[in-house]
C-alpha cells in the first residue's frame, strides 16, 4: 500500500521517531476519523503559516516578538544563549532564570561541517554590541559535548570585548544522584565547577 508507506515515510522523518513509532502513527492516522484529520492538517497549516522567528533572540513566535521577549518585567543586561529553541523552554520551565535569551539553531561543528556563519552568532554580537554596554553578562547555555564547548569557545572569543561578564552554565553531578555511579569527565566537571557555599 503505496499511500500507508508513504506517511510512514514521512514520519519517520520527524527527530526521534523510528521505523514501529512511524508504523504506530500511521496506524492513528487510518483509523482516526475525518474530522481528526482535518483538525491536524489545519494544525499543521496554521503552525507552518503563523509561527516565525522572534526578531530579537529568534525563539519561535507568533508576532515580532516571542512571549520571553514581549515581557517588559524580563532584565535585558543578562542573556542566555542555547542552541535550540528547545533548550530555552526547558530553562524557562525551570523557573529559576529572569533575563533574555539568545537561540543560535545550532551549534558549531566542523565535523558536520556546522561553522559559525551558519547559526545565529552574528546576530548575537551585532546585539551585544548594540547594547552600547546595557548588556553586563552572557550566560553561554550549550550543550556540554565536544560541539556545544567549541561554540561556548567560539562566543566566548567574540563577545569578550564587548561584554564584562561571560559565564557558562554549570554541568556535573545531578541533584539526587550518587557519585559512585558518576563517570569520571562528569565528577571531573563537577569539581572544576564547585562554587562556596
Do not use: W
Not at 5 to 24: H, M, S, T, W, Y
Not at 63 to 71: K, M, R
Request: charged share 30%; hydrophobic share 40%.
Amino acid at each position: 500500500m503505496k499511500a500507508l508507506e508513504k506517511i510512514i515515510g514521512l514520519f519517520r522523518r520527524f527527530p526521534g521517531v523510528g521505523p514501529k513509532q512511524a508504523e504506530r502513527f500511521a496506524m492513528y492516522v487510518v483509523r482516526a476519523s475525518s474530522s481528526e484529520i482535518e483538525s491536524l492538517v489545519e494544525a499543521l497549516r496554521e503552525v507552518k503559516s503563523s509561527v516565525r522567528y522572534c526578531r530579537e533572540c529568534f525563539n519561535y513566535a507568533e508576532g515580532d516578538l516571542c512571549p520571553v521577549c514581549a515581557d517588559a518585567g524580563r532584565d535585558r543586561s543578562v542573556i542566555c544563549v542555547v542552541e535550540r529553541p528547545q533548550d530555552l523552554a526547558a530553562i524557562e520551565k525551570a523557573k529559576s532564570f529572569s533575563g533574555v535569551y539568545h537561540v543560535l539553531h545550532g551549534a558549531v561543528s566542523p565535523v558536520a561541517g556546522v561553522q559559525p556563519e551558519h547559526i545565529r552568532m552574528k546576530e548575537l554580537l551585532e546585539r551585544v554590541r548594540a547594547s552600547d554596554g546595557a548588556v553586563k553578562e552572557v550566560i553561554i547555555a550549550t550543550n556540554p559535548d565536544a560541539d556545544g564547548e567549541a561554540t561556548a569557545m567560539y562566543l566566548t572569543r567574540l563577545i569578550k570585548p564587548y561584554v564584562d561578564r561571560i559565564t557558562r552554565i554549570a554541568y556535573g553531578v545531578p541533584l539526587g544522584g550518587d557519585i559512585d555511579y558518576m563517570d569520571e569527565v562528569t565528577l571531573g566537571y563537577a569539581m572544576k565547577g564547585r562554587i562556596k557555599i
